[in-house]
């Protein structure tokens, strides 16, 4: 495993890039576990850095435990977001670096919401984009994940 020293968003974090692996026997990629950021229980890695791109993970309203912290929409949607930056951060990015966003909105009567605190985090030109709506559960109010370019290639 090789170790490498990354500032975080609030902290110094360090962060662990696996072995790469390959897929198909033509990409190879690696995992990103940064320290801090909420791991899942379930089977994937929070981010995946492949072909000069970091792929994050969805990313909800959870704390540094990974437990779901529910509040208002725009509250939930906010901490996604600091969650997708805390993970950027890990990989040595930031949300400027963001070409993709993929959201998932549990209720359409938000996205005038959605699209007024997206601002909050994204200027123009914005990343690519892509909403989703009526597909979480009732224990989640916003999702997100999305794609980085890396600043090296």
Same mark, same amino acid.
């Given at each position: ?29 690696? !995992?990103?576990?940064? @320290? ?11 981010? $995946? /850095? %492949? =072909? ?17 912290? !529910?509040?208002?929409? @725009? ?11 805390? $993970? /950027? %951060? =890990? ?36 990343? %690519? ?25």
């Amino acid at each position: 495993m090789l170790r490498i020293e990354a500032s975080e968003l609030y902290s110094r974090r360090e962060l662990t890039i696996e072995s790469p692996y390959h897929h198909s026997g033509f990409v190879m990629w690696q !995992p990103i576990h940064a @320290a801090k950021v909420p791991i899942s229980q379930l089977p994937f890695s929070p981010a $995946v /850095l %492949a =072909g000069g791109f970091v792929f994050v993970s969805g990313q909800a309203s959870v704390d540094d435990q990974g437990t779901i912290v !529910p509040d208002t929409f @725009a509250g939930e949607m906010r901490r996604s977001f600091e969650n997708v930056a805390k $993970v /950027l %951060a =890990g990989a040595g990015l930031e949300l400027g670096d963001v070409v993709q966003v993929r959201a998932y909105v549990r209720d359409p009567g938000d996205l005038p919401q959605y699209n007024e605190v997206y601002r909050e985090f994204f200027a123009q030109p914005y990343p %690519a984009r892509s909403t989703i709506t009526n597909c979480l559960p009732e224990t989640l109010r916003f999702e997100v994940d999305v794609v980085a370019k890396t600043r090296n290639e």
